[in-house]
């Protein structure tokens, strides 16, 4: 194992924040995965499933069964670690800027584009390498200028030449769920029956340019750019990524943590990542995927006390009741419906609301939204 620290630009006088990855097994010997917790600083139970995970990767590396490489951030968001206001944790936003840590990265395909496509041939392998050095150089010319610049880029320049990419996040109140892009779910589906996840959120794009799809998504946009000019060169989908929710923001423990990271390394030993007798068996799929575009954000339709009907994970039909909002001032008490059936994925925990505020999330096997499909 070799950790290697990254410091970030400086924002102030006499301040500075740190990155640090922890490397396992051989680079070029084998698939490269890259896992990061926490981008989101606030959601705290990926840094506890990183620690476990840790345990056991410096275990298999020191006994020779990394075939091929694993990078792996625990903390990848120290400026957000360190934001606290009246007490409280500020890990989604950038104090500064107010940019959420997830978005704004950067669109590869099209800064790729003009160079990359008249230099592939008919060698899949060497396409896919061919555009892995194309990222590292725009990577490299790339010049940071803030520290919240210099932490995506880091985190990019760690990640971009990865194969698979899992960013582990969690939601308010939530059960395990995870989104990915819809050319990287054959490859995802065992993780998401080893994990038990219960949700499976897939978009083409979802919009916002998160960190996930700022690494996957290049190759088959790229792909579906060489299919548009004629070309018959391969093209093959070169990283699946995907944001796994590990459930909500106080399921931190032990018992789920040591749990989530033995699915990971299930998952690494069904790929030939991490060596074993014998490859983990398949557990069932607890969820059929639906489309981002189907999930129903429930909204308040006027401020007060959040009483909820339905439990995460609960399946539900439209109509079915899954909150009041009561005005204990006027009396008046306002019913929230589901208005797709599917399963109530997540929910907040604040159990006072603003009119308009988000109540929970409901995964809808129909597409219905358009535009902008992921929240702030």
């Known amino acids: 194992m070799r950790r290697i620290d990254h410091p970030l630009l400086a924002p102030s006088l006499g301040s500075q924040k740190t990155l640090t990855s922890f490397h ?8 490269k995965i890259y896992i990061q917790a926490s981008l989101h600083a606030e959601e705290l139970p990926g840094m ?22 694993v990078v792996l951030v625990p903390v990848a968001n ?22 959420n840590f997830n978005r704004h990265y950067p669109d590869f395909a099209k800064a790729l584009l003009p160079s990359v496509l008249a230099t592939l041939g008919n060698d899949a392998q060497a396409n896919v390498a061919a555009v892995r050095r194309a990222m590292g150089e725009h990577l490299r010319n790339w010049q940071p200028a803030t520290e919240l610049q210099s932490l995506r880029h880091t985190l990019l320049t760690l990640a971009h030449d990865a194969d698979c990419v899992l960013d582990l996040h969690c939601d308010c109140e939530a059960v395990m769920h995870f989104y990915t892009e819809e050319p990287c779910w054959p490859r995802l589906e065992p993780l998401a029956r080893f994990l038990g ?17 700022c690494l ?3 190759w088959w946009q790229l792909a579906d750019a060489l299919q548009a000019s004629d070309s018959s060169a ?40 991490l060596a074993c007798a014998e490859r983990p068996q398949l557990p069932p799929l607890r969820c059929q995927p639906t489309p981002l575009a189907g999930s129903e954000t429930l909204n308040a339709p006027a401020p007060g006390v959040v009483v909820f009907a339905a439990q995460v ?28 059936g599917g399963t109530l994925y997540a929910r907040v925990r604040e159990r006072y609301v603003t009119r308009g505020g988000e109540l929970g999330k409901i995964a809808g096997a129909t597409p219905f939204r358009t535009g902008e499909l992921l929240g702030a």
């Open 216 to 218: 996957s998504g290049v």
């Open 313 to 340: 994970g609960q399946q539900l039909r439209a109509g079915d009741l899954v909150a009041e909002v009561i005005d204990p001032l006027s009396g008046q008490v306002h019913r929230v419906v589901a208005g797709v």
């Open 24 to 31: 396992f097994g051989t680079p070029g010997q084998g698939p």
């Open 48 to 69: 506890l499933v990183a620690h476990h995970l840790r345990a056991r990767l410096e275990a298999a590396d020191a006994a020779g069964e990394i075939r091929g490489e």
């Open 197 to 213: 996840s219960q949700v499976v959120l897939l978009a083409r794009q979802s919009g916002g340019s998160p960190f996930d799809e």
């Open 78 to 99: 120290p400026i957000g670690l360190a934001q606290r206001v009246d007490h409280k944790p500020m890990g989604r936003f950038e104090l500064d800027t107010s940019e």
């Open 234 to 273: 391969p093209l093959p989908q070169g990283c699946c990524s995907t944001t796994i929710e590990l459930r909500g923001e106080a399921d931190v423990g032990h018992d789920l943590a040591q749990a989530d990271a033995q699915a990971i390394c299930a998952y690494l030993q069904h790929t030939g990542v």
